[in-house]
């Protein structure tokens, strides 16, 4: 009996082996060669290149001067270019400086008077108003206070226009240190130049008047906006906002967010933009806080409530805020392109009806996308949950469907093919995990070797990087189960299908979970599902379904259209992105980014296309040979091709402060009184690639030691964003003192008991550079009660903790010196007037070039190489104890 037993299992044992080789050979005799599938995946990558890359680019032809005759009425660039010529030669324009508050504001004056020159003074009426606001606001973790920095603002109606509705638009003429900003903002100033001539010298008139908001403080950062909308005249009139923006220097210019709540203004760009690029899913990861930057559109929205359209350029990220943003950088075709689109739209809005009564056509977000630029989508939420959840419902009814026809002509149960489909399904799950998770670990990886940033300035080093590894992770489950377990019972085409549903199905419960969390995102699975169902649904009519592997020309022809979208989906994000990690602070691997938008593009655009690399023979050597290929571009990476930077084109950005420090204690004696660089580090690599150069940076060290001992780490921290990161700042002291661009007192007024319980009030009196700070910090055991400033940040403490930062800039240099107050309370009344009970630093940033730089300051910045960026000034640090 027990060696009968052992005899049967044998049988059994050899007869399974028997039955998996032989159901592994008739597998293989019905896949094609192993080689086609290099030609398979290669077609897909010539696809992407041939359609998806020229049309990204594409761009209008540009419109002279001579063949304005010949188009009238249309936007004309190279007037536009003409101007733009002459706001790079004015050069840098930071607020505060002669450049930005005389030259500039003289130079847009003159502009318009070129416009009221030619204007059909018998149609409209030109009014121009040059504002000199002052205000305060909270931004960030600071409060923002402003006084006599400059907007120009114009108003244009027609005068047979009873509207009391306006149209708003809005560029800013103040740049970056070093940057004469003529992609950042002075592209879209130029383009509302001559929005503003073709409106005026119309022969049709416009209903609603139309305001150009030049804006003179943005980069302050957005004060100019907040002036205007809180305090002009013309304010409370504007009905709808066209905000400009420029992210780069050149390219399309993508619409990135709307409303909020008005979904009739994404209508009319559907209607009247002349070259659209927009998506949802780009509005969504702004508004997340994704990207290092803000507009004036939430000025508007937040202060204004006026909601609108957010437009920006988008290409060339990497002379964004550096000397590099000139003229010669801007091609005269993007400014032809966004041209035709702003004109469109404001001759669309001036003469909307919705723009009377705005509130009344709130209903919510909308859903938009375009194709390629060839067209536009547009439709709202509601739709867009109705469509999320019916196509996913429809996709998984058809999944059904096969399955269970699959099972019929296969002669197996519904059980049994259920079990193989969740198999495939499960195996598809890990699938994904991996297709995130392997680009992520290479991300991981060349960090912790101090090899980030390698695609910065070669971009198609991501193909091998994080693609292939992507397109591994996708299919190697299925791969390796199909080739370890065939399954003989069920065909393998049949096989293919079913690891094809389950990605229709991930998707659809994809859609379904992120739809019930409010995400507009979904349509992105929508699409997908979409297409995919509809060849499936072919297919399932067509009789293809059960003929081999015939089903998959239906499907792949589907799959064109998903396909080419999504690429151009996220290769928008990666035009995006790649110039934004080279600013992005050192805090946090920028490589992890990239990776997962890599991945997910690798998901969405090939997720029903690489799992057919099981339709080839030895399907694993595929598999193989993309992993060679991620090992041959990884050795790319970490040779000097991947080194990140170059000269010009992709510049490493090096911001620093050449700072003077001068510490007081409570008894007046000075404890620091020291000189060197506050280094504010832009990337991932901070200072590293400068170890070899001819920098001396000797010395340099961690400020966070010192973040205990003195208030902001006894830093001259810029802005919020600069305080936010002094943790990983850097000091390098120089034996050589910083001599002060200019003067920076603080004077102590009064000190004087007020009320009960031992509250005192401080009055100073600050006179300084166009920019300053106050950094408040109250000792142990003491509280601020209140001050002079606005209250935002007393009355929110579970949002806003000491140090408190008061940021102060003004444009006029008639400005009276400031004067502020504050009441500190101790719970020991004596403590209060004879004890030291708060800590004062006071910062004053001598930013633009009317101040002079010392000689041991320029010749440090002419020692940095070629590949560098410098963006710096002189700052006066004095801290006090009270």
């Known amino acids: 009996m027990e060696s009968k037993a052992v005899g049967t299992d044998n049988g059994n044992y050899s007869g399974t082996v028997l039955y998996n080789v032989l159901s592994k050979e008739r597998a293989l005799r019905w896949r094609l060669a192993w080689y086609y599938a290099v030609a398979f995946l290669l077609l897909w990558v010539a696809l992407f290149y041939a359609v998806v890359v020229p049309l990204f680019h594409r761009l209008p032809d540009r419109i002279t001067l001579a063949q304005e005759s010949l188009k009238p009425g249309q936007f004309v660039a190279e007037r536009a270019q003409n101007m733009l010529y002459h706001f790079d030669r004015i050069g840098p324009k930071v607020v505060g400086s002669v450049a930005n508050e005389v030259t500039t504001v003289a130079f847009l004056v003159d502009a318009l008077e070129n416009v009221r020159r030619d204007m059909r003074s018998d149609l409209y009426e030109l009014e121009v108003d040059v504002q000199q606001p002052a205000g305060a606001f909270t931004i960030g973790t600071m409060t923002s206070m402003y006084r006599g920095i400059h907007n120009v603002v114009v108003k244009l109606s027609t005068k047979s226009s009873i509207s009391s509705s306006y149209l708003l638009l809005n560029s800013h003429f103040d740049s970056k240190p070093s940057s004469p900003g003529s992609g950042d903002d002075g592209t879209m100033v130029v383009v509302m130049l001559e929005v503003l001539r073709q409106m005026a010298t119309s022969e049709t008139p416009f209903e609603h008047p139309i305001v150009f908001l030049f804006n003179g403080a943005e980069e302050n950062p957005l004060q100019g906006s907040h002036g205007f909308i809180t305090q002009h005249k013309w304010a409370p009139n504007c009905k709808a906002v066209i905000n400009l923006e420029v992210a780069g220097s050149g390219g399309r210019d993508l619409l990135f967010q709307s409303g909020p709540n008005h979904p009739w203004l994404m209508q009319y760009y559907k209607s009247h933009a002349k070259h659209p690029f927009a998506t949802t899913m780009a509005e969504e990861i702004f508004q997340f806080g994704m990207l290092p930057s803000d507009t004036d559109f939430r000025i508007f929205r937040d202060y204004g ?39 469109a739209l404001v001759r669309a809005f001036a003469n909307a009806s919705e723009m009377y009564h705005t509130e009344e056509h709130s209903k919510g977000h909308s859903v938009f996308f375009d194709f390629l630029g060839l067209f536009f989508v547009c439709y709202t939420e509601t739709t867009g949950i109705i469509l999320n959840c019916v196509i996913a419902v429809i996709s998984l009814v058809l999944v059904g469907v096969s399955l269970w026809r699959m099972a019929r002509v296969s002669e197996v149960t519904a059980g049994q093919i259920s079990i193989w489909f969740g198999i495939i399904l499960g195996l598809h799950v890990v699938g994904f995990a991996l297709c995130l998770g392997l680009p992520l670990l ?15 300035s070669n971009n198609w080093l991501v193909i091998g990087l994080y693609v292939c590894p992507a397109v591994i992770g996708l299919v190697l489950p299925l791969t390796l189960y199909y080739t370890l377990k065939p399954n003989g019972q069920l065909s393998h085409a ?132 993309l992993g060679v290929v991620t090992f041959v571009f990884s050795m790319i990476a970490v040779s000097e091709v991947g080194f990140p930077y170059r000269p010009k084109t992709s510049v490493m950005r090096v911001n620093f402060l050449h700072t ?10 000075v404890s620091v009184n020291d000189s060197g660089y506050y280094f504010d580090y832009q990337d991932r690599r901070a200072l590293r690639p400068l170890r070899d150069s001819s920098v001396n940076l000797t010395g340099l060290t961690s400020v966070e030691p010192y973040c205990d001992r003195y208030v902001v780490c006894g830093m001259p921290c810029f802005w919020s964003s600069w305080c936010r990161a002094l943790s990983s700042a850097a000091w390098l002291p120089r034996d050589q003192e910083v001599i002060p661009a200019g003067n920076l007192a603080l004077e102590l007024l009064d000190k004087s008991a007020i009320g009960r319980g031992g509250t005192v009030r401080y009055a100073f009196e600050l006179v300084g550079p166009p920019h300053m700070s ?5 000792l142990e055991g003491v509280v601020i009660e209140d001050w002079s400033f606005i209250r935002n940040m007393l009355d929110e403490p579970e949002k806003y903790t000491a140090p408190y930062q008061i940021y102060f800039s003004y444009g006029s240099t008639d400005i009276a010196p400031i004067k502020f107050h504050i009441d500190l309370a101790t719970s020991d009344g004596d403590r209060a007037l004879d004890a030291p009970i708060f800590e004062l630093g006071v910062v004053g940033h001598y930013v633009s070039y009317d101040y002079q730089r010392d000689a041991d300051s320029l010749k440090f910045v002419a020692d940095f190489p070629d590949f560098v960026h410098v963006m710096e000034w002189p700052a006066l640090f004095k801290r006090y104890i009270y």
């Open 305 to 343: 409530q006026v909601p609108g359209l957010d437009i920006a350029q988008i290409d060339n990220g990497y002379v964004y805020h550096t000397v590099f943003d000139n003229f010669a950088a801007v091609p005269g075709r993007s400014v032809q392109s966004t041209g035709e689109n702003v004109l």
């Open 442 to 456: 290479m991300a991981v990886l060349f960090d912790a070797g101090d090899r980030s940033l390698t695609y910065f």
């Open 494 to 625: 049949y096989h293919l299908h079913i690891s094809l549903h389950a990605h229709c199905v991930i998707l659809a419960l994809l859609a379904i979970a992120l739809t019930a969390i409010g995400l507009r995102i979904p349509y992105l699975c929508m699409i997908s599902m979409f297409f995919y169902a509809a060849a499936l649904l072919i297919n399932l009519l067509g009789c293809l379904h059960e003929r081999g592997y015939y089903w998959v020309l239906t499907v792949q022809i589907l799959q064109l259209m998903p396909f080419v979208y999504f690429c151009y989906l996220f290769y928008t994000f990666l035009v995006v992105f790649f110039p934004m990690m080279g600013r992005n602070r050192d805090s946090v691997n920028p490589d992890m980014l990239i990776a997962l938008i890599c991945a997910l593009g690798t998901f969405f655009a090939l997720g029903f296309v690489v799992p057919l690399i099981n339709m080839f023979r030895w399907s694993t050597l595929v598999l193989v040979g």
């Open 660 to 669: 003077r420090r001068i510490f007081y204690e409570y008894d007046g004696s």
């Open 774 to 778: 106050l950094f408040i910090r109250p």
